[in-house]
């Protein structure tokens, strides 16, 4: 299956095709076919029009850690810039009698407001929220709520829970981290931000205190970062600068332009690939361009 990456650069308005091809390819063929593409993207997306407003998008970064995890949040937020313009909701695993420290030991790696959450608290920007020790949290419309545990085969596994929620209501906005811990929680919940055009990060397991969390995420294949905690902020404000600017400098073209330069390129994909994309839907080809543009890859795997 081939997978479009794409790359824009800001400043000269230029789409950028990087990849690398079947070994029946001579190099002048690639390149060939990456300017037919390129040239049929010029047309369909570069020539459109810059739609207003300056209304940027709330990210949500929900963070799942358990065993391990402190160690590894205070690592993050030592080098999380505390006006990132983010809320951050961290779900641990911990038992129903538990006191937790970790909003006071965190204060000292942050300038953000921290918290631990309430029924009903109202999200942020530059804070950050710790779940309570006996209940499940999900967020809507901006808040954060407190629901009654929920438990599968007898096992609760509330970092699927909220990253569900949380997918639910953010959907492409909605971010998810997955650090040190036991066990595979998160990995359900990752499947539902991903399907629903969300970010999804896990920690590198040869630093995780306990790699069974991020292991059982980065099997899935579908994570999109892998990396050290200490190297997750800046990756995080990378992609949400990048969303941002796509956002606001988003070109609109006229439908049914678009469409005809849509099918041309599918077109040019089919003849040399033999891999046909008429099963999937239209907008589904165009957010998941527009997200790898966001992503920054840059090549494209066949």
């Not at 909605?174 to 931000?193: E, H, N, Q, W």
């Not at 896990?202 to 995780?208: C, E, L, P, S, V």
């Amino acid at each position: 299956m081939l997978y479009v990456f794409m790359k824009e650069s800001l400043n000269s308005g230029v789409i950028i095709l990087q990849c690398t091809a079947f070994s029946c390819y001579h190099s002048w063929q690639r390149e060939k076919f990456l300017f037919e593409i390129a040239s049929h993207l010029s047309k369909g997306i570069m020539a459109k029009k810059t739609k207003g407003g300056n209304i940027k998008p709330a990210f949500i970064a929900g963070i799942g850690a358990s065993a391990g995890g402190l160690e590894a949040l205070e690592e993050f937020f030592s080098h999380m810039p505390s006006d990132s313009g983010l809320s951050f909701i961290v779900i641990q695993h911990l038992p129903s009698d538990h006191k937790s420290v970790i909003d006071s030991l965190i204060k000292k790696y942050t300038k953000m407001k921290s918290m631990q959450i309430k029924d009903g608290m109202k999200l942020e920007p530059d804070c950050i929220y710790f779940s309570p020790p006996h209940s499940d949290v999900a967020v809507m419309n901006e808040a954060l709520y407190l629901m009654e545990p929920s438990e599968i085969h007898g096992t609760r596994l509330p970092i699927n829970f909220f990253f569900r929620s949380l997918a639910e209501s953010h959907g492409e906005k909605a971010i998810c981290i997955i650090l040190s811990g036991t066990g595979s929680d998160g990995t359900s919940g990752l499947k539902a931000v991903k399907g629903a055009g969300g970010m999804v990060m896990a920690q590198d397991i040869k630093q995780a205190g306990f790699c069974g969390m991020p292991e059982s995420a980065i099997s899935t294949g579908l994570v999109d970062y892998v990396l050290p905690v200490e190297k997750m902020p800046g990756i995080l404000m990378q992609y949400v600068k990048h969303f941002h600017a796509i956002r606001e400098k988003r070109l609109i073209a006229d439908q049914e332009e678009f469409d005809n330069y849509l099918q041309k390129i599918l077109i040019l994909i089919r003849s040399r690939t033999g891999h046909g994309f008429s099963g999937y839907k239209e907008q589904t080809i165009r957010r998941r361009t527009e997200r790898r543009m966001v992503m920054g890859a840059r090549q494209i795997f066949w």
